[in-house]
């Protein structure tokens, strides 16, 4: 059931559809076009407005000129050259790609541990870490932030990373993918001799990467777009990550100029939703919701 | 004092050995045990928060509201310990397994059961460090004065709860969050659903649509609020200006306190709606069709078949999509505000209640009330999701 | 694949170590002396661009000037690095800030720093240069506790298209005035949306405070004592709601709903889209609003900051911020620092930072230098504030308050100036509570930080 690809299920019905007499076909579909066609203008109008003013000057913004305008060059060069949107953007994938490989490596052990080992207090253990899906982090934010300070770990990468990295729904989801893997695996591996890494690197990872797939979409749009924590605990500019970052172009030089923040904008949310989209499927796949066990 | 801690124990002990009690004596085993286990858990609970804090809400010269709030914690101390140890215990005298969320294997675990300590130790450590810890931090600054780079710290007792209480604000700023929370999550479920139902049919081109409907979820909240301040701004504003060319209105979206929460509420609904789609649309698909084809035969209408077919079946989606919307509505919604209405909004009408525990602790530097107020908060998510689990919960194996 | 997985680990790891380690490593020379500015826009590009000329002149010395995204959160972001024995040599405190960093005991004064040295470096050190007001707010017991740069007061910006197609030749002056003109502005063919606006910062509720000789906290504004409770919900306080409320009810005032920090660009926006004629705003952009004059346009005139008719104008306050030395440091590092300090505001850098914002050349020579050159002849708009602060007779009120916790009072205020305007509530009762609010903050404040 988790592997089922959301492209067979269409083109299944697709055929079933034409055989069905077509005036029970056309209406539907016609209602169906009308619908979609409008979300998806609606979804898409504010995305292509922005790209359109990224491109203008505040001057253009401001006469509602719905072209394409004259400012995209010196839009790039405030945004570049004036404000280093990169070294945020560095800053954030830096952030991102150790939240997100770290996190999935921490869920892959634990997730390991309590489905291959049976250890005294398991129960405690495991509700140790299930009490933590109702904390969320934003709650104690507050605390936290002055224990970061305790540390002395403000405006460092260890503070917009190491907090993130152990995760409730990684190891809960590692878990209920491993459980479902056959026994006969593992058994398998430990009368070859493997150890418990051994196992998990050879055997549960290569089964497991839609798993790891769509915990690493997760993981990277939810630190990607990590805006309250960084926005709190780093001050120094040069650490700065993009959600935040991308403020500073709303700041100062009078009047706001919208061309440069939008050209942000876009930039901004480009990775993202290139990894989203690229990894879709496995995404939909590793998170199958299943009414029953 | 109006009430010496003895008393507190004894009451406390009191209640414990008659909740253990009640349990063992329906388990029939062990009557000597549970009495004397019950008094030691229920004393313990009783003094659990109290003490911490010297007592101080007995004293006499303080109000009665404070006394009231230290009645209530007493309650509170005794049933979050009393409680599960009354489960647990009654799950152990049963024989019953304590975890049963999904099927253990029983078979191919490995030997050498103490492997598995190091491969918890990461996860464990940072949770015990990073949330456990604060958790902690923030019970005991919610009961002082603090300031960073202050020369000192004081104790306040409960004020900062019970001044709360006091703050007609602080109770706006709660409807207020219940309100906005209720419109995001219905509206983009409720839009989404409609959506997916159509995304999902056999349509020419919907792989495309599909791309088109979800990618606003990758989009950060920060972002979603950056482009409505492009549209919505009230100095030069697409929105206002298309609005007042064709119908001669322009609404004061940022700066009307009757209609910025709204552009709140759009922004977030427009940026959370791909997820629910997504996941709405997947849903849809494990819906088996020979269940819809049936009804089909039977001569339902689309409505009725809808509603007593896929629905039901779709539950387990909307109640994960609840829980994961509420959570969104609560908290992510913070960087949509703080780029759109900077500061929390005219008369503080897109002020939520994480917004207003940020302004407190980090802009005013109130460390002590910003905790308190991340307490209610917490109470207030730990409610919901109680709810929310009693309600629908139990179908679904696992949330993210 | 796993051998991918652990390289990108290590170098994660490696990465986020080194990036830490390497902005605290030691270097042997040059000295390092780190500033921190409140700015992150054209203002830190100039202070940095005066850091490198430094730097140049003098190899034995490394400055380096960082940005802040805003006073509001610099003043926060002290308070963390303080906690954590991480503050740089020299940091950029807004006015409000003033009674907490002389609390905190964080900084050295000035003065005490110099001593009696006449100079240092080669740069000479002469404090009877500085012009009046700035003294008065920023010495305390005839002392320079920091060191002034970046000074402004609140002035008006007119949009003289609007002005003169309504038969006006001269911005208002006081705040019948300006009603007068907005009835006549609104009631144009070609009227703009609103008349007036004014950034929802609680500096600007101070002006007009002061303006009417009125307080806003006890104890001659917290300058003969440490100021215990607010008084700015006097008469005065309570007629400058009147007077906005009234002005906002008749659709003459445009409020953005933006407050404190936040506020500064909405009016930017309304001002440079014509949608407002006229905007209160501080000199420090004097020199921008004068360009969006030119660039939308239209001619924008700088005046004095409107006042109240009925209790005459006393004076105004200056705001901005100053620089202040941290205690504590290195002997080398503070003469770096010091010098630094002396060099960034010295005539000919003071003339250059007047001309490239509107902040006031803070130094007599340096006015005598821009008269010489002509300057205020060809650019009439940047001698306003200067020639308001000129004007005005200092007395506590005009002073400037000194009140620990000024940050947090002033969302106190600027939350009651939007409650008036928004609602139909009594405006004395509204800024009851605000006092009564502030009052708390106060008390809290001097429990906690009073030595």
């Known amino acids: 059931m988790s592997s089922v690809s959301p492209t067979t299920i269409h083109g299944q019905a697709g055929v079933a559809s034409r055989n069905r007499p077509l005036r029970t076909r056309l209406p539907k579909r016609w209602y169906a076009h009308l619908i979609l066609i409008g979300a998806c203008l609606l979804s898409g109008i504010p995305l292509f407005y922005a790209l359109l003013v990224s491109t203008q000057t505040n001057a253009e913004v401001f006469r509602y000129q719905f072209t394409p305008g004259s400012g995209l060059l010196e839009n790039w060069d405030v945004v570049f050259y004036e404000r280093h949107l990169h070294t945020y953007m560095i800053n954030s994938v830096i952030m991102t790609l150790g939240i997100t490989i770290i996190k999935t490596i921490f869920s892959l052990l634990s997730g390991l541990a309590f489905v291959y080992f049976r250890f005294p207090g398991k129960w405690i253990v495991f509700g140790f870490v299930l009490i933590t899906l109702m904390m969320p982090t934003e709650v104690l934010i507050i605390a936290l932030f002055r224990f970061i300070n305790d540390l002395e770990w403000q405006n460092t990468f260890l503070a917009l990373i190491v907090p993130f990295t152990a995760s409730a729904t990684g190891t809960f989801l590692f878990r209920q993918h491993f459980a479902s893997i056959p026994p006969e695996l593992s058994e398998a591996a430990q009368l070859d001799g493997a150890n418990p890494l051994q196992f998990l690197f050879r055997v549960l990872v290569p089964m497991s990467w839609n798993t790891i797939g769509a915990l690493a979409v997760v993981q990277t749009i939810y630190a990607w777009n990590m805006y309250l924590w960084p926005n709190m605990i780093i001050s120094d500019p040069s650490m700065q990550t993009i959600q935040v970052g991308i403020g500073t172009l709303r700041l100062g030089g009078g009047s706001l100029r919208f061309g440069p923040l939008m050209l942000a904008a876009v930039i901004v949310s480009l990775p993202p939703v290139i990894v989203f989209i690229l990894l879709q499927k496995q995404f939909m796949s590793g998170f199958t919701l299943t009414r029953d066990k | 004092m109006i009430v010496s801690p003895v008393i507190l124990l004894l009451v406390g002990a009191v209640i414990g050995a008659a909740a253990l009690g009640y349990v063992f004596r329906r388990a029939g085993r062990w009557l000597l045990l549970g009495l004397p286990l019950g008094a ?61 969320t999904t099927s253990q294997p029983t078979q191919g675990t490995f030997k050498h059961w103490w492997i598995a300590l190091p491969l918890l130790v990461p996860t464990l450590t940072i949770l015990a460090l990073f949330l456990y810890y604060p958790s902690a931090e923030t019970l005991r600054l919610s009961t002082m004065l603090s300031r960073l780079g202050a020369r000192r710290e004081v104790s306040v007792c409960v004020d900062n709860f019970t001044r709360l209480v006091e703050d007609p604000e602080y109770l706006d700023i709660i409807g207020r969050t219940l309100y906005m929370s209720f419109f995001i999550v219905v509206l983009s479920m409720g839009l989404s659903l409609l959506i997916a139902t159509m995304a999902y049919l056999p349509l020419r081109g919907a792989s495309i649509y599909r791309i088109l409907l979800v990618w606003p979820y990758a989009m950060s909240p920060a972002v979603a609020g950056i482009i409505f301040l492009l549209m919505f701004n009230p100095s030069g504003g697409m929105v206002n200006y298309l609005s007042g060319n064709w119908f001669g209105i322009k609404l004061g979206w940022l700066n009307d306190p009757k209609v910025a929460p709204w552009t709140i509420i759009l922004a977030s609904v427009w940026k959370s709606m791909g997820f629910n789609i997504l996941f709405y649309i997947a849903g849809l698909q494990n819906v088996p069709k020979d269940l819809i084809e049936a009804g089909a035969i039977d001569g339902a209408g689309v409505v009725r078949r809808f509603w007593h077919i896929v629905w039901p079946l779709l539950s387990p989606t909307t109640f994960f999509l609840i829980v994961t919307n509420v959570t969104y509505a609560f908290f992510e919604t913070y960087a949509t505000i703080d780029y759109l209405t900077p500061g929390g909004g005219p008369l503080q009408s897109t002020t939520t209640m994480m917004y207003r525990v940020i302004q407190l602790g980090v802009y005013n530097n109130d460390m002590g009330k910003a905790a308190a107020q991340s307490i209610v908060l917490f109470m207030m998510v730990i409610g919901l999701t109680l709810v929310l689990f009693r309600t629908g919960g139990r179908q679904v194996t696992y949330g993210v | 694949m796993k051998k991918i997985v652990l390289v990108s680990v290590v170098l994660v790891m490696m990465l986020a170590l080194a990036v830490p380690l390497a902005s605290t490593g030691a270097q042997d020379e040059p000295i390092q002396i780190d500033v921190w500015i409140s700015f992150q826009d054209y203002r830190l590009d100039w202070a940095q661009d005066v850091a490198a000329e430094f730097n140049e002149l003098y190899p034995q010395y490394q400055v380096n000037v960082t940005g802040g995204y805003s006073y509001e959160t610099m003043f926060a972001q002290v308070a963390v690095a303080a906690e954590q024995g991480q503050l740089p040599a020299i940091v950029h405190y807004f006015e409000a800030a003033t009674q907490d960093a002389r609390d905190s005991g964080l900084f050295k004064s000035i003065s005490e720093a110099i001593g009696d040295r006449t100079e240092i470096n080669g740069l000479p050190i002469d404090f009877s240069d500085y012009v009046a007001p700035v003294v008065a707010y920023y010495t305390a017991d005839g002392e320079f506790t920091s060191m002034p740069w970046n000074t402004s007061s609140a002035i008006m910006f007119s949009n003289m298209n609007y002005l003169r197609a309504a038969g006006f030749e001269e911005p208002p002056a006081t705040w019948d005035e300006v009603e007068a003109v907005c009835e006549a502005v609104m009631a144009l063919d070609d009227a703009p949306e609103y008349c007036f606006t004014f950034p929802n910062h609680g500096w600007f509720f101070e002006q007009w405070l002061a303006q009417q000789d009125a307080l806003f906290v006890n104890n001659d504004n917290g300058r003969s004592d440490r100021a215990t409770e607010v008084a700015f919900n006097s008469e005065a306080g309570v007629a400058i709601l009147e007077w906005l409320d009234d002005l906002y009810n008749k659709g003459y005032l445009y409020y953005s709903g933006a407050q404190g920090g936040e506020s500064w660009s909405t009016v930017d926006q309304a001002y440079s889209t014509q949608q407002v004629a006229m905007a209160v705003y501080s000199s420090s952009d004097t020199t921008l609003y004068t360009q969006m004059g030119e660039e939308g346009g239209f001619e924008t005139v700088a005046s004095f900051y409107p006042y109240n008719d009925d209790t005459g104008w006393t004076g105004n306050l200056i705001g901005g911020a100053t620089l202040w030395l941290v205690d504590g440091l290195e002997p080398e590092v503070e003469e770096g620092a010091l010098t630094f300090l002396l060099y960034f505001t010295n005539t000919e850098w003071a003339a250059d930072w007047h001309k490239v914002t509107g902040y006031i050349a803070i130094r007599n020579s340096s006015n005598e230098l821009l008269e010489e050159e002509g300057y205020f002849e060809e650019n009439p708009n940047q001698t306003v504030a200067a020639a308001q602060l000129d ?7 005009t002073s400037g308050a000194l009140v620990g916790g000024f940050p947090s009072i002033r969302n106190e205020v600027t939350a009651a100036i939007d409650r008036v305007l928004l609602t139909d509530e009594d405006p004395a009762a509204v800024l009851n509570a605000a006092a009564e609010a502030s009052n708390v903050i106060i008390e809290e404040y001097n429990l906690l930080n009073a030595p």
Do not use: K, M
Request: glycine letters at 10%.
């Open chain 3, 391 to 397: 004007q005005s007779t200092l007395t506590p009120a």
């Open chain 2, 40 to 100: 030691v858990a229920g004393g313990f609970g009783a003094i659990l928060f109290v003490a911490p804090l010297g007592y101080c809400t007995f004293e006499t010269e303080r109000e009665q509201l404070d006394a009231i709030f230290g009645f209530l914690l007493v309650a509170a101390g005794i049933a979050l310990v009393v409680l599960p140890i009354s489960w647990v215990a009654g799950r152990l005298l049963r024989h019953e397994s304590l975890v049963s």
